[in-house]
């Protein structure tokens, strides 16, 4: 299945992921199972948190659907895993339980949860053992059984998971990021590899509390209000933007909402926003191409405000073959030394 990821505007997203939800409930059998499970998974893609005022909630749905999917054979279960539907699922699972605030759980948080439960369950194969371990869902399952929720029975599903995954590695402590100023990361979006590491060190940052921003690239919301409403924030609070430096970070492209516009905006205001790059290949300020062949950049302009930006004492964070957890806690370690304002000043 390959990653579907055109922008949409809010009504057209809604739209969407209706389309989307019809297909994997699949009432009159039309679809196939394949089908099924890239519906389900664009909706858990896409479709951000857990409605309450819906008598089935879209991603409660999704994960249900695939815990169906992947009773049903080996194939299905490969097919989930490959498509990146293990980290979807404990994303899904993390989202209903962090930031309760003493808030109860809905009916469609718990009937999510213990889909959830389920389909880790019945992906049982090695590689999606690894994979479950991988991207957390230890955690996350230990802090299911010992949450108050109704598990609705599947307390056995979770303790057979929990049985199959190796021990935790400890890791090292991240201290809370409360009172720390807001940071936004900002990287080429393009599905791959870094993108998808940064994204899992942006989940460990906020499961810490770290006022940290990240667009998502198929969010309901348009991907340009998300982005000029997060340097927005970075303007006015004096926060930090994490700049994810591939390669080709800002390079010019036909998007007027792109790491390019991101590089710009950190020097028109530089006044007002700190950017602390991540070094995360050898090529390092980044280069990105221009010149008379390239079709938006003919005069090397990108380059330019990479040389404006990254000035040679400007420090950097070293993230090249280092694990999500330990870039968080660099990063973590940072944005420690920047607090919000309290009634006495910045401290």
Known sequence: IKAFRPTFTV??????????????????????????IGAALFVLKNKKGIDQNKRVDPNQGAAGALAELASQGAANKRLIETSGGIPLLVGLLRDVLQDRDGREFSREEKMAAAHVATALHFLNEDSQVAAIAACGGRRQLEAYLNSPIDKSGREF???QVLQRLPPEIPVPAIP????TRVAMFSARFDGGPVEEKFRKVYSILRDHKYDVLMVAADAGESFADLTTKYLGRLHREQGTMLAVCTKHYGEMTDSAYSSHKELKF????????????????????????GGPGHKYDKEFLAQSYILSVFKPGLVRLDCQDKSEIDIAVDIATNLQKYRVATRAGYH
């Open 157 to 159: 599903f979770a303790q």
């Open 266 to 289: 950190a020097l028109d205001y530089e006044k007002f926003v700190r950017v602390l790059p991540l070094k995360v290949e050898d090529t390092y300020p980044p280069q990105p191409p």
């Open 176 to 179: 809370s990021g409360e009172g």
């Open 11 to 36: 009504a057209a997203m809604e739209e969407e992921i209706k389309k989307q939800v019809r297909i994997y409930r699949d009432i009159e059998s039309k679809f196939k199972e394949e089908e099924r």
